[in-house]
């Protein structure tokens, strides 16, 4: 997913929308505004670990990537993908949000997107398949949903599809029409489902022969990698059918809800995938004083996108400290405070226009919890703790952003503006000058 104009640095206020857009960088602007910050995250690095990984022979090549929402996911993904295509590894990620229905998911959707996304390898190098292997997706769904006696309409609508000259580019556009329906079309996506399902065994040999003809043609395995995942209704993707979606013989990478990783069966899953999990920036610690490394590196971030001087003193550190790591919550921060800073035509941000994002921050997180979530995340604040009993509060919290997970010995905060919002409501002290 590529942003509509490349980045600039802010020299001024009107450019810091640009500048801190809610999308991760992308290859054209990695050289000139990443900042590597996994030395503050973790010891090892778990994006590190996957690319070793694909360097060396495993029982188990698809992996599962965790993180809250905000913390640079997307980032560190498109920089794996461009550090391996920058060693001729064919890498073709895919924007699950884009191709699917955030609110209706199921693996079946993933596998038919796993094909497209190799048949799109395959047309990008030149590369010439094996015959059989698209006739098998040609005739996949006409032979399968003739089988299943699905409607004349599906039926009728299907068989069109693959009537076209046996050709790559045929088939991406029977599997563009595929996920087209899958998005918008009730009725076809509980056929083409069901479908998979029942003859998933002749997909997965068809999709894993086309891998290996890239690999072999590169001289690379194929690397997938599935954005998005962690976001909208996910979970029905990955359980139950673990074994399916690893069932793929060339690397591919998930990403995955954290907040899902408390239920107990995803130690199920741990047995398929090879787990990591990128931990948020600390901002303070577990004693409550400012993490000096973690608002550092979070300030060479932003520095690296707006002149120091946009900001007056300390409001940048402020900001930092408010947003508890979370790096999509800064960026918002830094752009509401900068179009109330604009308007009132002023050419810095101050700490007045960095309380009105803050409260626009604040009024989304809290309307996100109810009076009965008020001592669970008072306890979560005092506590701080590894273990936390009651785990579907923590699952509904995690999701909801309030409530966050650092790495170190593993501990859990409460986001600093609920902190706020519980002081101004009178359940936890006012904070001291």
């Not at 694909?54 to 029982?59: A, C, D, I, M, V």
Request: proline share 3%.
């Amino acid at each position: 997913m590529r942003a509509e104009t490349p980045i600039k640095r802010a020299l001024s206020i009107e450019d810091i929308p640009n500048a801190f857009k809610a999308t991760p960088l992308d290859d054209r602007d990695m050289a000139e505004f990443y900042e590597d910050t996994m030395e503050v995250r973790t010891r090892l690095s778990p994006i590190e670990d996957i690319y070793d990984n694909f360097h060396e022979t495993k029982e188990r090549n698809a992996y599962l990537l965790m993180g809250h929402r905000g913390c640079g996911k997307s980032t560190e993904l498109n920089r794996l993908a461009k550090r391996l295509r920058d060693e001729n590894y064919p890498v073709k990620t895919v924007y699950c949000n884009q191709e699917l229905d955030a609110a209706n998911r199921d693996f079946s959707d993933v596998m038919i997107l796993m094909a497209d996304a190799l048949l799109q390898l395959a047309d990008e190098m030149a590369c010439t398949l094996n015959r059989e292997d698209l006739r098998t997706i040609e005739n996949f769904w006409k032979t399968a949903t003739e089988e299943e006696s699905v409607s004349d309409e599906v039926g009728v609508n299907l068989e069109a599809g693959v009537e076209a000259k046996l050709s790559l580019a045929g088939l991406l556009g029977l599997l563009g029409k595929l996920k087209t329906d899958m998005k918008y079309n009730v009725q076809r996506r509980t056929v083409y489902r069901r479908t998979m399902t029942n003859y998933f065994s002749q997909w997965l040999e068809a999709v894993n022969s086309i891998s290996g003809q890239i690999a072999e043609a590169a001289h690379k395995q194929p690397v997938l990698i599935f954005e998005d995942l962690d976001k909208g209704d996910s979970w029905s993707v990955f359980n139950e059918h673990g074994e399916q979606l690893t069932g793929v013989t060339f690397p591919v990478v998930y990403t995955f809800p954290i907040a899902f990783s408390y239920r107990p069966a995803f130690a199920e899953l741990e047995a398929f995938f090879m787990v990591k999990r990128l931990p948020m920036i600390k901002t303070r610690n577990m004693d409550d004083s400012p993490n000096a490394e973690g608002i550092a590196v979070i300030r060479e971030i932003v520095e690296r996108r707006a002149e120091a001087t946009l900001f007056e003193a300390g409001v940048l550190d402020r900001m930092i400290e408010k947003t508890g790591g979370s790096l999509r919550d800064l960026f918002a921060a830094i752009n509401t405070a900068a179009t109330y800073s604009r308007r009132r035509r002023r050419e810095r941000i101050d700490a007045e226009a960095a309380d009105v994002a803050f409260e626009e921050i604040k009024s989304n997180l809290s309307r996100r919890i109810e009076g009965t979530d008020y001592d669970f995340l008072m306890d979560v604040y005092r506590e701080k703790r590894r273990e936390i009993a009651d785990r579907e509060t923590l699952l509904e919290m995690m999701q909801a952003g309030t409530v966050l997970e650092y790495n170190g010995v593993g501990w859990f905060n409460v986001h600093p503006l609920i902190l706020d919002f519980l002081r101004e409501i009178g359940r936890l002290p006012k904070e001291s000058a």
